[in-house]
């Protein structure tokens, strides 16, 4: 079994940092703040962090369950946005315009910044591998 590095975790978090702050930015500039949106950006954001430490748990397991962690984690994840969703537009907590356009925009930011993350990762991976064959 394989340990969780923590290196690369700390660096998808870093990067979801960095882009969370400039969209805000962005966001203020263009005054488009508002609780929605907040809403919106908080179920993206929790969910692109889930994904990625599935990934890396699924990672770190042995190989044939990666897929198995991987997949149900997608499942778990979508069943959790689309439940908050609903829940949030049927409680009327925010105004569904704003929110569902902004559901849509943090998913187009932060879902490459997750693959690209979870590509690195195994990249690594394979670096390691490689340099533990020279030794």
Same mark, same amino acid.
């Given at each position: ?27 203020? &500039?263009? /005054? ?5 949106? +907040?809403? #919106?950006? !908080? =179920? @993206? *954001? ?24 991987? &997949?149900? /984690? ?5 069943? +959790?946005? #689309?439940? !908050? =969703? @609903? *829940? ?48």
């Amino acid at each position: 079994m394989k340990l969780i590095s923590a290196k690369p975790l700390l660096d998808f978090l870093a990067l979801m940092a960095i882009f969370t702050f400039l969209l805000w930015i962005l966001i203020a &500039l263009a /005054g488009i703040g508002s609780h929605s949106v +907040f809403y #919106a950006w !908080a =179920i @993206v *954001a929790t969910n692109a962090v889930l994904g990625y430490v599935l990934f890396e748990y699924g990672y770190a397991i042995k190989s044939p369950h990666f897929f198995r962690t991987v &997949l149900l /984690g997608q499942a778990m994840r979508l069943f +959790f946005v #689309a439940a !908050a =969703i @609903v *829940a949030l537009t049927l409680l009327r907590v925010v105004e569904l315009a704003p929110f569902a356009w902004s559901v849509i925009g943090f998913y187009a930011v932060y879902l490459p910044i997750e693959v690209l993350a979870c590509l690195g990762r195994m990249k690594m991976e394979k670096r390691l591998e490689k340099l533990r064959q020279l030794f």
